[in-house]
C-alpha cells in the first residue's frame, strides 16, 4: 500500500513514499501528478540533487498575505505523531511524516523529490545547475494540491514560505499543473502558516531569476 524507495541525495538519505491507495482515490483531475509521482520511482535525476544548490538554503522572504492558523489540522496530526513515535524514530521529521503517510486520509507523499532548470524560469541564460528540494508532506485538501513543510518551531520560521514556494513552482513546472491548483504551508504541533502560491509578489522572468541565483 505504501510505496518506497531510498534516494541518496546531497544532505542525507531519503526516503520518498507514496500511498498508493489514497493517491488513487484523492488524485482526481491531476493526471500530470499521478504520473510524476509514479515516474521518479525509476527515473529521478539524482546527479542534480548532488550537485546543484537545494531550495532549503536561499534565505529571502516572499511578499504576499500568510495566514496563521492555530490548532490547524495538520498541527494535530503533528501533536499525535510526535507521541505515537516517540520510540520509532530519534528525529521529529520522520515522526511526523510517517504518522500522517499511515494515519491520515489526506497524506499521499513524503520526501517528494523536485527539481527545475534555469532554462524554465529564464531562458536567455541557462549555465546555472538545476535548483532542487524534497517536500516533506503533499496532501490533496479540497480538491487542491496542499506542499506542506514541517517546521519544529514554525513560529520563528523567516525564511520557510520561500522555500515551500519554490516547491510548488518545481511541482507546477513537472506536472504541468497550474500553480493556481497548489496551496503551501508549513507548520508544526502548534501553529499553521498557509498562502497561496499563485498570489506571491514575487517579480517573474528575468528577475525572478537573479533572486533565485543571488550569491550562488
Avoid at 546531497?10 to 489514497?22: A, D, F, S, T
Avoid at 482515490?25 to 546543484?52: A, H, I, Q, R, W
Avoid at 529571502?60 to 501533536?79: D, F, N, R, S
Avoid at 499511515?102 to 532548470?117: F, G, M, Q, R, S
Amino acid at each position: 500500500m505504501i510505496k518506497e524507495v531510498h534516494l541518496d541525495h546531497k544532505g542525507g538519505n531519503y526516503l520518498y513514499r507514496i500511498h498508493e491507495k489514497k493517491t488513487k482515490t484523492l488524485v482526481n483531475g491531476f493526471s500530470g501528478l499521478t504520473k510524476y509521482l509514479d515516474k521518479v520511482f525509476n527515473e529521478c535525476p539524482d546527479e542534480y540533487f548532488n550537485d546543484g544548490p537545494r531550495s532549503s538554503t536561499f534565505k529571502y522572504k516572499i511578499h504576499t498575505p500568510i495566514k496563521e492558523v492555530v490548532g490547524h489540522e495538520v498541527c494535530t496530526l503533528a501533536k499525535m505523531g510526535l507521541e505515537h513515535n516517540k520510540g520509532r524514530y530519534k528525529q521529529n521529521h520522520p515522526k511526523v511524516q510517517m504518522f500522517m503517510i499511515e494515519y491520515d486520509d489526506k497524506t499521499i507523499a513524503i520526501e517528494v523529490p523536485l527539481w527545475i532548470h534555469q532554462k524554465e524560469l529564464e531562458e536567455d541564460n541557462q549555465n546555472k545547475k538545476p535548483i532542487t528540494g524534497h517536500i516533506d508532506l503533499l496532501r490533496i485538501e479540497d480538491g487542491k494540491i496542499w506542499i506542506w513543510d514541517y517546521k519544529p518551531n514554525a513560529q520563528r520560521e523567516k525564511f520557510a514560505a520561500a522555500q515551500v514556494y519554490l516547491y510548488a513552482r518545481m511541482l507546477s513546472e513537472r506536472t504541468k499543473i497550474p500553480l493556481k491548483e497548489f496551496r503551501c504551508g508549513y507548520f508544526d504541533h502548534l501553529f499553521a502558516y498557509l498562502f497561496e502560491p499563485e498570489e506571491v509578489l514575487l517579480p517573474k522572468d528575468r528577475q525572478l531569476k537573479e533572486f533565485l541565483y543571488k550569491d550562488l
